[in-house]
């Protein structure tokens, strides 16, 4: 009997069992997907993307550089894991990822599938003579036009930028070495290349680590050109204090106040056009946080609209209810996709943000790990890459990749904001429909909606939609239209309306002047009733008074000459 | 010399800023339920103007809608204007009565509400462009009640105009006061009200062991 009872309890234990895993398989994403209005309230969106898989050290196929039999084979104590991967690479005409495996200090060079195709640990051939990287954080990849492969590398601990050309699977050569600069405008102490950039013309660009003014510029011979795109510093109150003390300090205590440094840009990333965009890690950064720079350095989105664009999480410290935390935003880098679209990672909350080029948001992803520890959440995400339509984010504490695929929904929206972009507003309004059919908060879509309205003339409904997008200045251009075709379409009504009034109003006149018509007499005002005050009520029962005592007096003297008249007249009387 | 009927008098009042408010005074008019009416039609105008005002030029926030801050805006600093003159005129040695402080000051209110009302109106069939027409009649109707209350103030109390303008920025920094005594009275009642609270909790629990 207790032997049932056991099975029975156990057999109910693993049904349960069985139904919870059944639910987490069918879980959705490791986090809400959410979005942000036009108040920058966050509202609840579709998920655009979705994660598809995470790959391990071992995934990638990293055991082979322990394999003696295999070609990339390095040595039999090869770490056969990622160790705080700091950047992450795709070289898009060979369509290869490239890996800094910063710890390992290697540089790994993965197939499109994410399969280890390439191992480099050194470069042959450096002036310095040195071979081994040292912690590099930084990896580009240059397929040159005459068909050769050059690999820069940021090898952060060796104070150097390299320039390899890449040889075979495991070997490259030093084609170019660039060391701390000897000019006299590079001020700091230390040369520390993080994360590396090329141009069309083969100008290097670095960040270095506490470098202020900007990523340092060299020319394709190595020379140094100076700093690219230095940050502004942020207004806050203390540089305002600052600002005026100065007005009034003297000299030596003038020397006494530090001068306010504008916060280092932490990553770059340059576009098919040149542009090259930045984001700047500190905590918070408001000013500059992501920039687009023309080929002076110059920010193009530096002016009115420009210094309105917000990114990421808005808020200074904002608030999660769901684990009851406060966090700060940190970007840590940016990405731009065949699209032209800018992702951006959060390296706090562990979320890509994806504006199209405008800067207008389409659709936030990802997760840190506070919340679960799952495929698609992250501890550490360092670098995130665009391509194939998916998202590769790196991970430096988890050691991992992180692939998101684009969802149906996000496909739709990407397509239809890739056309609104280029104001091919009719043609996307069928995948606006089926955003819109997925989300009927995305605004974006509310929008793209009106404007192909507005543009195939329908401009009652571009009007509703505009609303709906709470979109004040394309309602009213909406509305200005409307108006118009309004008074085209009554214009008729409207002159006949008018033009009765004008002859009723004549002709009346002509009628009253002529005396047909009498005219309206205005009606008296009724006399106003208002309750008298005391004052008044005693001065008129004192005039009453006064009136009656006078009325007494003259019917008093009345009487007497009455009665002398009466005499009179009866003396009269008996006269006659 | 003149009679109207009530409404009579305040059309009386509204176009003659110089010597309606006086004629006013002398002839004892003006009516308190006017008066409260068009306090009430204030708050209206308010509600009007945030939840009607056309779409392009509506910039509130329309996910949500709280009255309070309107009652506070119309009612509340009315009647805080009203007790606030009059408690400074009193020490001034102005001459009005807090009847006729409310009468006129609510009189001189009614371009504003007007104004708000007519452009709350064309807002609805005015493009952005045009928005100098809006702004032009709203602004129109707030002058036009500054003046009417300035010369209200000024009847009521038979000042001269330097008195005025300072018993009229006295009353500013009353009201001030006043408002910050309401507000930390309010706080205050209400931790009383937390103090009893608690108390009756803990009591509740004692009894039920």
Redesign the interface.
Known sequence: MKKALKRAVSLCAALVCLASAMITASASEPYYSYSYDN?D?AIPAQAGYKVEDTYTGHDIGLDKLRDPLDPLYVGINASVELNGPKDLFFESTKQEFWIADTKNSRILRLNKDLQLIGCYTGVYGAPSGTYNFNEPQGVFVVNSDDGKLYMYVGDTQNSRVVQCEVTSATECECALEVTKPDSPIYTYNTFLPEKILVDIAGNIYAVCTSVNSGSAQFNNLGEFQGFYGANRVELTGEIIRRRIWRVFASDEQLKSITSAAPVEYKNFDIDAEGFIYTVTEAANASTDAVKKLNAAGYNIWNNDAGNEYTFADSGANTYDASTNTTYTTRLTDIDIDDYGFINILDYVTGRVFVYDEFCELITIFGTSNTNSDQKGSFTGPNALECAFGNVYIIDGIKNDITVYSTTLYGEYLKQAVQLYDEGKYVEAKPLWQEVLDRNGTCTFAQMGLGKACLSEGEYKDAMEYF?DAYS??N??KA??YY?EQWLQDNFIWLFILIALLLVLFVVLSVLKKKGIIKKRVRKQ????ERKK?KKELEHEAQLAAEAAEEAAKEAAENAASQETNETDEKGEDKNV | MYEFTTMGWLRHAIFHPIEGFEDLRWKKQGSLKVAFGIVVLLFIALVARRQLTGFAFNGSYTKIFNVVPLLVNSVVYFFTWVIANWSVCTLLDGEGRLKQICINSAYSLVPFIVGTFLATLISNVMVLDEAIWVNAVYYLGIGWSVILMFQAMKAVHQYTVPKTIFSILLTLIVMLLILFLAILLLSLFQQVYVFIYSIYTEISYRIRG
């Open positions: 108040w309230d609303k004040r200045k309602y009213d509305f200005k108006r005002k009724k006399q106003v005050t």
